[in-house]
């Protein structure tokens, strides 16, 4: 009988965890259909055991693992470390079919936000594999690969308890935490921790945050609201952007949520006196709105919402300025990516303290704006209407 030693602390833990990580992420998958959070869940849990893989692939190369003992029959040597590198492909390959198959999706186009704060980009240069077919097969291998982890986990069990209880005894303490082990068993002394959990962080920096340095800026500032020829009504107001807002309501499954533009301008004709030759014209940048939820804020900018990168630019233009009982209407014509309606505005205005202050709404409906029609038509999750409020402080100029 050969006692041999434990593997390092650092290398159990990732055994464990990345074990019961993987078995975890089956049971999920199979039972996260139709559950759209989950969904999220599944892909953070995923990307996390992708990074401690690189964790524990580079604490391996760093840390050989301690003998196995020397009455085993080599062919059991041998299959054993088979299984082994066997379930070291899997802890790489079952993720990165996993990431594959997030990014070819070409039906739905949610993005990836690791645990609602990461956004997480999709794999570069795979468009030409977001078709039907290609997306069904990458999407079979990451659910066939379940089979092929649990029958090599059956061998490798079965092998743990065979050398547990068999004549060479104890091969399973070799991998249990002190807690369960035999203490008499030394562990090695470990080496590159830091350089371990480094490159996996490092990996994570490098894909989460590069594309974003290397991309700039989304699109340039909507600073330009189109031609102000033939105006009758100067545009001739000040607009105090950090006193001014435009606002937007919507809900997804059942919860109410406000969101926000954050750059945008308004030109502004407008005379209480000379209402039809007054017009506004706002031009927003797409890009700039956020939501209190970073996986919708992230959603907002794909191509079947704002489609930000081809379209960072909306515009907002009101005439047929009318006087009501208490305040104004005008037509508002919204033209998002290549569409426009046009809805009806009402808005009042106050004097606070020498400035004017226009506070006024809408509601339009996101179907004939083009907007979530591949994930959601039927507005299952996301409200159909959206509500739209805007105010705007601006002072007359002279
Ligand atoms: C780390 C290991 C992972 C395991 C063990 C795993 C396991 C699974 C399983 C068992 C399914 C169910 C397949 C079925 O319907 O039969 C599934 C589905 C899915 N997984 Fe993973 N997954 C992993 C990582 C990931 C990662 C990192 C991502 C994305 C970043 C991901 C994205 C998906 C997606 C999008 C589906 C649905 C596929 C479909 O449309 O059928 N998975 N996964
Ligand atoms: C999906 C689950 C699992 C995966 C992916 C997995 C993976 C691995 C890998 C890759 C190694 C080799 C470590 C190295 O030398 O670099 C290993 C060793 C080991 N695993 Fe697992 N394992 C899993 C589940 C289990 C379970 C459930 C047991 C307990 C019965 C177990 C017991 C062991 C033992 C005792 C060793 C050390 C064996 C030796 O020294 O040859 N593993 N495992």
């Known amino acids: 009988m050969t006692r041999s030693p434990r593997y390092a602390a650092v290398a159990i833990a990732l055994h464990w965890a990345i074990a019961f990580g993987l078995l975890f992420m089956i049971w999920l998958g199979w039972n996260m259909d139709g559950k759209e959070s989950w969904f999220q869940f599944h892909k953070s849990v995923g990307i996390t055991i992708l990074l401690l893989t690189v964790a524990r692939i580079t604490w391996r190369l760093l840390n050989p693992p301690p003998p196995l003992p020397n009455d085993m029959k080599p062919w059991e040597s041998k299959a054993s470390h088979a299984v082994h590198l066997g379930f070291y492909a899997l802890m790489v390959i079952m993720p990165l079919t996993g990431w594959l ?53 059956a061998l490798h069990v079965g092998g743990a308890l065979k050398h547990e209880f068999g004549p060479e005894e104890g091969v399973l303490k070799r991998m249990l935490p002190g807690l369960f082990g035999k203490t008499d068993r030394p562990s090695p002394p470990p080496h590159g921790f830091l350089i371990a959990f480094g490159a996996a962080i490092g990996v994570f920096v490098l894909i989460a945050f590069a594309p974003k340095l290397f991309s700039g800026s989304p699109s340039p500032s909507a600073a330009t609201a189109g031609e102000v020829n033939e105006r009758s009504v100067a545009p001739d107001w000040t607009v105090d952007y950090g006193q001014s ?46 939501t209190p939820k970073k996986l919708y804020t992230d959603s907002l900018k794909s191509a079947e919402w704002f489609g930000v990168s081809a379209f960072p630019q909306a515009t907002v233009d009101l005439i047929n300025f009318a006087e009501t009982g208490d305040g104004y209407t005008a037509d508002a014509t919204l033209s998002i990516k290549e569409s426009a309606v046009t809805v009806p505005f009402a808005f009042t205005l106050e004097d606070e303290d020498g400035v004017t202050v226009m506070t006024g709404g809408t509601s339009v409906d996101r179907t004939p704006l083009d907007l979530g029609q591949t994930s959601d038509a039927g507005a299952d999750y ?12 601006a002072s007359p100029a002279g």
């Open 101 to 153: 198959t997030a990014s070819t999706s070409y039906d739905f186009d949610i993005p990836t936000v690791l645990y609602g704060l990461v956004s997480w980009p999709d794999i570069p240069g795979v468009g030409f594999l977001s078709n039907e077919t290609a997306h069904g097969i990458i999407a079979n291998i990451h659910s066939k690969l379940a089979y092929v982890l649990f029958a090599l986990l």
């Open 382 to 393: 996301v409200s159909e209407t959206v509500r739209i409020d805007v105010r705007v402080t």
């Open 245 to 290: 807002s435009i606002a937007f309501t919507f809900t997804h499954e059942g919860q109410t949520y406000e969101g926000a533009f954050s750059d945008w301008t308004a030109d502004i004709a407008f005379d209480e006196d000379q209402l039809d030759a007054s017009d506004v014209r706002v031009s927003v940048n797409t890009a700039s709105a956020t």
